[in-house]
T-cell receptor, first 115, second 114 residues
């Protein structure tokens, strides 16, 4: 069975700095996909970035990048040059290569960015 | 224009009643999903549909019944409502059912059962 764990409940950072948040996962599959989403204060859930398990290169999209450490079953999210609007709850999620399943989510990390 | 519409935004129901949550997506996607978000619990996958066919059901209760009248519609009927059903229900869609296909979420319907 899949499991996703985010141990950091909340993080506070100053604007324009870098924030890093952790996520570890459990899976029996050799092929799987890892996602990060954010949930804004209005409740909107937004897809940010994806990492395919078979790719060694860390994914990067805009000011989001991933730190994928497959031997440790870890997928960290790094946000550089944070802005006030990056304040949100960030969810790590995974999906095995089973075409019918949905995403398995972690509990989320609340990020607060201060001016 | 919103690409995934969920109606209503808020819903209050009494215990034992029945409600239908509406979801329509205008992304041209072939797969749709329902998730539930309760307080202090992770977002929980409920159902997946592909080309209007049920692919996976992870809910333990038959009180939750998805209904797909068109490829871009996936409604959720909940019968015999209980206070524990209080949650925000999110509809999502993806291009196809592939594991790497990103899922896009609707704005949610917040259900309160009294």
């Amino acid at each position: 069975a899949q499991k996703v764990t985010q141990t950091q409940t909340s993080i506070s950072v100053m604007e324009k700095t870098t924030v890093t948040m952790d996520c570890v996962y459990e899976t029996q599959d050799s092929s799987y996909f890892l996602f990060w989403y954010k949930q804004t204060a209005s409740g909107e859930i937004v897809f940010l970035i994806r990492q395919d398990s078979y790719k060694k290169e860390n994914a990067t999209v805009g000011h989001y990048s991933l730190n994928f450490q497959k031997p440790k079953s870890s997928i960290g999210l790094i946000i550089t040059a944070t802005q006030i609007e990056d304040s949100a709850v960030y969810f790590c999620a995974m999906r095995e290569n089973n075409y019918a399943q949905g995403l398995t989510f972690g509990l989320g990390t609340r990020v607060s960015v201060f001016p | 224009d919103p690409k995934i519409i969920q109606k209503p935004k808020y819903l209050v129901a009494v215990t034992g009643s029945e409600k239908i949550l509406i979801c329509e997506q205008y992304l041209g996607h072939n797969a749709m999903y329902w998730y539930r978000q309760s307080a202090k619990k992770p977002l929980e996958f409920m159902f997946s549909y592909s080309y209007q066919k049920l692919m996976d059901n992870q809910t333990a209760s038959s009180r939750f019944q998805p209904q797909s009248s068109k490829k871009n519609h996936l409604d959720l009927q909940i019968t015999a409502l209980k206070p524990d059903d209080s949650a925000t229900y999110f509809c999502a869609s993806s291009q196809d059912m592939g594991g790497r296909d990103e899922q896009y979420f609707g704005p949610g319907t917040r259900l309160t059962v009294l």
